[in-house]
């Protein structure tokens, strides 16, 4: 489906590449031709994306779940009742009352 869907969305940009050569892009009707084979071409590769997405192969575009994905290490008992107890005896700052 995705060798598919890549040459779908090939075959209407040969097609403007077409209207361009034979001088009919600047009539109305190579305008709109250009557009609805834009059209075309941008849901195949669209449909592309969508399946290279879904395979994984596009993992490195998803920093952010990457970075998510990272987990800190887990305090241990003794680190958390040291950070507590600091926590407690801290004095107030000025202003803080």
């Known amino acids: 489906m995705l060798v598919i869907s890549i040459v779908l969305g090939i075959v209407p940009l040969l097609g403007i590449a077409w209207t361009i050569v034979t001088g009919t892009v600047t ?3 190579g305008l709109f031709m250009s557009l609805i084979l834009l059209t075309l071409s941008a849901v195949f590769f669209l449909n592309a994306f969508w399946e290279l997405r879904d395979r994984g192969a596009l993992a490195f575009l998803d920093k952010k779940k990457v970075a998510a994905a990272v987990t800190p290490p887990k305090a241990t008992p003794k680190a958390t009742a040291t950070a507590a ?3 407690k005896n801290a004095e107030p700052k000025e202003g803080e009352s």
């Open 27 to 29: 009539t109305v009707d």
């Open 85 to 87: 107890l600091a926590d």
